[in-house]
């Protein structure tokens, strides 16, 4: 199975101030990463597929990078509504996995 | 607008059985790939299974590989998951998930609420 292995497990940031995330694999997966925000209740929702694709109705301020093995998801200022758990998924043979998650908090 | 609806949560004992379903609304079911992926309290997600268009190609997680097996409805809009020989570390909620068309089917763009499944005696 292809581990994704997600860092920092938390990351306190300010409102304003720029997250960078990052996804590696432990493998290669070409770009076939997805990014997704989960809050707490709620159902996960997806904010990048094909490692740098914008999904539907996600804001410019997040983007994704990466190819290969290392990943990235940066949110270039954040706002109130990004402070949440973000995952990263990978597509590129079964078992599909999950990476840990990494938690973006208040400071 | 798309809805995912799940249903057939509950507490259920180890060894026990429960089957989930999902009915879908606001898109052409038959045309997605469907999944169940889930959470345990306080964990992150596990993709569970997957089920094809036309319900020929199913895929499963090792860790439910044999106890679960996935099948869908499409007359009826409907996605299931029958679960047998429950274990305490099955205890999650499910999430109904869509595969999203762009990325041929295995990321997923859209999820229900999720139920949830507790297996305890």
């Known amino acids: 199975d292809i581990v994704l292995t997600q860092s920092p497990a938390t990351l306190s940031l300010s409102p304003g101030e720029r997250a960078t995330l990052s996804c590696r694999a432990s493998q290669s997966i070409n770009s076939y990463l997805a990014w997704y925000q989960q809050k707490p209740g709620q159902a996960p929702r997806l904010l990048i597929y094909?490692?740098?694709k914008r999904a539907t109705g996600i804001p410019a301020r997040f983007s994704g990078s990466g190819s290969v093995t290392d990943f990235t998801l940066s949110i270039s200022s954040l706002e109130p509504e990004d402070f949440a758990v973000y995952y990263c998924?990978?597509?590129?043979?079964?078992?599909?996995?999950f990476g840990g998650g990494t938690k973006v908090e208040i400071k | 607008e798309v809805h995912l609806v799940e249903s057939g949560g509950g507490l259920v004992q180890p060894g026990g059985s429960l089957r989930l379903s999902c009915v879908a609304s606001?898109?052409?079911?038959?045309?997605?790939?469907m999944h169940w992926v889930r959470q345990a309290t306080g964990k992150g997600l596990e993709w569970v299974s997957a089920?094809?268009?036309?319900?020929?190609?199913?895929y499963y997680a090792g860790s439910v590989k044999g106890r679960f097996t996935i099948s869908r409805e499409n007359a009826k809009n409907s996605l299931y998951l029958q679960m047998n020989s429950l274990r305490a570390g099955d205890t999650a909620v499910y999430y109904c998930?869509?595969?999203?068309?762009?990325?041929?089917?295995?990321?997923?763009?859209?999820w229900g609420q999720g139920t949830l499944v507790t297996v305890s005696s």
């Open positions: 606001g898109f052409t079911f038959s045309r997605y790939d």
């Open positions: 089920i094809g268009t036309a319900a020929g190609d199913t």
């Open positions: 998930a869509r595969g999203h068309y762009d990325s041929n089917g295995n990321d997923f763009d859209y």
């Open positions: 094909d490692a740098s």
């Open positions: 998924q990978q597509r590129s043979s079964w078992p599909l996995t």
